[in-house]
């Protein structure tokens, strides 16, 4: 089972990042030769790497050269209908390329015993709702924490020179390192993640000369941490627990 994802996992990183040059990404956007010329080399691949035992596997080449074909017509459609997303497209189009190969081994082997339990394991459910309470709730709760100052808008006006959604980006990616941090009991990594961060946002805060702009970068700071870190204690008694 796991030779044969690896196979398949393989052909799809060949086909999608080795043998697809960038001209071939921005030209099948009008010219669907492009799409089918990208397709039949994801098939080639796939009839290499499964040439052995090609006479049971032929099914296989079809059926992801085909979810291939569509996956890849649903994101160019995407990149017309959404051209500020790129990154959320690139992912979703992978996580659905990854879920073809997956299904083919589900289709063959069947869902083995142990994933399910590990899947349905309290510890799962713990991790699962933790990245969710990181990734999703906490960035909701938070801008409801600072809407109360979101309302004076004129020293935020003042500094809005920076990347779109950045700040989400930051405290999610931080909240995550915390979390891990303190799973690794590797406390001095917040300390660390702490000090750099207020090292970047030293030349803000100098250069500022904002009382109010000041105070909110701070407060955002610590709430971002005291968050993550509860999440991370959280979880962490949480897995003793269950354990």
């Known amino acids: 089972m796991m030779i044969l994802f690896l196979k398949l996992l393989l052909a799809h990183l060949l086909g999608d990042f080795v043998l697809q040059p960038t001209s071939w990404v921005q030209r099948r956007k009008e010219r669907v030769s492009y799409l089918l010329l990208h397709v039949a080399v994801h098939g080639g691949l796939l009839f290499l790497f499964l040439l052995p035992e090609i006479a049971e596997r032929w099914q296989t080449v079809i059926f992801i050269a085909c979810t291939h074909l569509v996956i890849d017509s649903l994101k160019i459609y995407g990149e017309k209908r959404w051209p500020f997303k790129p990154f959320l497209l690139f992912i979703a189009d ?71 959604d950045a700040g989400l980006l930051i405290g999610i990616m931080e909240r995550l390192l915390i979390v891990l941090f303190i799973q690794l009991n590797f406390l001095s990594g917040i300390g660390f993640l702490l000090g750099a961060k207020s090292i970047f946002r030293f030349g803000d805060l100098t250069n500022a000369k904002d009382t ?24 962490r008694w949480g897995l003793r627990y269950v354990a």
């Open 94 to 164: 992978q996580a659905l390329h990854i879920a073809a190969l997956l299904a083919v081994l589900l289709y063959e082997y069947g869902i083995p015993s142990e994933w399910q339990q590990l899947l349905l394991s309290p510890k799962a459910m713990l991790y699962a709702i933790a990245f969710v309470l990181v990734t999703a709730a906490s960035p909701v709760m938070l801008r409801v924490f600072f809407s109360k100052w979101t309302k004076d808008l004129d020293f935020l006006h003042k500094h809005q020179n920076s990347l779109a």
């Open 212 to 235: 109010k702009f000041t105070e909110y970068i701070l407060v955002g700071t610590l709430a971002s941490f005291v968050v993550g870190i509860a999440i991370g204690y959280a979880l």
